[in-house]
């Protein structure tokens, strides 16, 4: 199965189970249902099955789409009718849900890739197809033609621009600022000089 195209996850949508519709890839149209990705290759809306689709993308784990996010999204009968009769009707509709309720950080993260059908100024070390993955700041899907995972995480355009700092690690022990460390030496010196300090104060008083 050849899938080295332009892929754009969209949508994972839910179907009723007794309102099934194929899988669009070229050896498979199987029936489904659940957790239906809706993709746009090289500028073609296509329906696949979660299995299908972790074939063409490794990266982005299934059930992630620019306008649903990482839930699923269950269709309405008149959606449904979009999905099979015209889904880029549907898209739409779901693009304009997306807009009204996004934060402008993830609507402008939309915006740019669908603009440019493929999001962001590409790294030095390319070659691979162009592929959609999670961006590690802002944990929104984006696409890349990287062929290797950078160390620090992949980055959309928006979050270079906006200069985003990554998020904490899972396990990472917060920095507790250092107490300077008491020794029976240093403790003898202070009593000491408190001492002191104690005498010269009584002496005064005299």
Known sequence: MDYMHKIVSLAVVELPTNHKVRCQAPECLKPIWKAVHVVRIEGTLQVLGSSCFKKLNHDLPPGVGLYTGSS???????????LIANTETLIQKLEQEFQEAASPLQ??????????????????RTGGPPRTVKCFYCKH????ELTH??????????????????PPRPGTPRRVPTRPISTPKAAKQLAKEKTAEDYRKAKGKE
């Open 107 to 124: 609507a402008d993260v939309v915006e740019r890739q669908i603009a440019a059908d493929i999001q962001p100024p590409v790294a030095k």
């Open 72 to 82: 699923v999204r269950k269709l309405t009968e008149e959606e449904r009718q979009l």
């Open 149 to 166: 995972t950078p160390g620090m995480g992949f980055k959309c355009a928006t979050c270079k621009k906006n200069k985003v700092p990554p």
């Open 141 to 144: 899907p984006m696409v890349t």
